[in-house]
């Protein structure tokens, strides 16, 4: 098994190597750990440093896949070359944060416009972050109404001027999940030289874990697709869903499921500190999530079980969060 990353990598197929920005998305290490949690003998853990995509998150492989798409279906356009600005759609999603950092990167290299709409209570971090990227952030969906709120508020939007923008929908949108199919699942297989027996990631759109699962199955049916979610439908694992209570994405696919591990969110506070402090690997709340459920997994294990995860994102986006400090 490999930490580098490789020369050449899945997601070439989907085009972005065209694009410099575009091209140095995925490809991240696979890590071990070590030192966050004890690990019984004979067993294996690993992290893939998703936090180290150029706009911080994994979220950047599903936005790129499907602003690319656009453009090639032509639901989408770049100014230049005859095509002024005013007649350029604006990219439009509802975030929790990032995936709408993903697009407003991306937006920004690419001269697109970028509007994206998400609960009012998202921490500052990454509002700040997208209107430094240039996109225009509607911040007003009520707290209480979460991530659905603002699924709505797009909807309506679009509704009313369809013309005016590009919605690529990450929720219900298959490239979302079909970009970590070609591109996290088939690197994760590469980099553990077909050894993994189980993925396990928490939900949002559900993209990571359909994509990657789907890929590593096709490779090894019998590799295990873990989810993680939330224990109850008021929680602090941001970015994550608890699904018995939401809209439910439309690429989630159950049948890839072989279990699904419920985390609290203290846990997930505890496991987000002792990755900075044990491995020194700063990430987000919902890569503490993932971990805890893979250390409870590989309690539950046999000799010559290897677990792989996900860190979805970086620290710096919750760095005004109190949980940074132990209880």
């Known amino acids: 098994m490999t930490s580098t990353t490789q020369t050449s990598t899945p997601q070439d197929s989907l085009g972005l190597a065209e694009h410099p920005l575009l091209a140095a998305i995925g490809g991240t290490a696979l890590v071990e ?35 690319l798409d656009g453009l090639q279906r032509g639901l989408l356009r770049r100014p230049g070359n005859g095509i002024p600005l005013r007649d350029v759609p604006t990219i439009i999603d509802a ?16 001269g697109i416009p970028v509007t994206l709409v998400m609960p009012e209570n998202t921490s500052p971090e990454r509002k700040q972050t997208m209107r ?6 509607i911040d007003t969906v009520p707290a209480e109404d979460g991530s659905d709120g603002a699924f709505e508020h797009v909807r309506e939007l679009v509704s009313a001027e369809p013309d005016r923008y590009f919605y690529p929908n990450q929720y219900d949108n298959p490239v979302n999940a079909r970009a ?87 846990r997930a506070y505890e496991v987000t500190r002792a990755l900075a402090l044990r491995e020194g690997l700063f990430c987000g709340i919902s890569s503490g999530a993932n971990v805890a459920a893979a250390l409870d997994l590989a309690h539950r294990g046999e000799p010559g079980t290897v677990i792989v995860t996900v860190l979805p994102d970086t620290g710096s986006r919750y760095l005004s969060d109190h949980f940074w400090e132990p209880r």
Not at 50 to 65: L, T, V, Y
Not at 238 to 252: C, F, Q, V
Request: aromatic content about 4%.
């Open 33 to 67: 750990l070590t030192r966050v949690g004890t690990v019984p003998t004979g067993i294996r853990v690993f992290a893939k440093t998703e936090f180290m995509n150029p706009g911080g998150s994994i979220k950047d492989r599903a936005a790129a896949a499907m602003v």
């Open 180 to 266: 970590h199919e070609l591109g996290t699942g088939a690197e994760i297989w590469r980099q553990t030289g077909g050894a993994v027996t189980h993925f396990v990631a928490s939900m949002g759109t559900s993209g990571t874990l359909m994509g990657t699962s789907r890929r590593l199955k096709a490779e090894n049916p019998a590799v295990q697709a873990v989810a993680v979610q939330p224990d109850s439908p008021l929680h602090g694992i941001e970015g994550t869903k608890h699904m018995a209570s939401t809209i439910r994405p439309s690429i989630l696919d159950e049948s890839l499921i072989d279990e699904v591990v419920t985390v609290t969110t203290a």
């Open 95 to 110: 975030t929790s944060g990032n995936t709408g950092i993903a697009f407003a990167m991306i937006g920004a290299s690419l």
């Open 132 to 137: 430094c990227l240039g996109a225009t952030v």
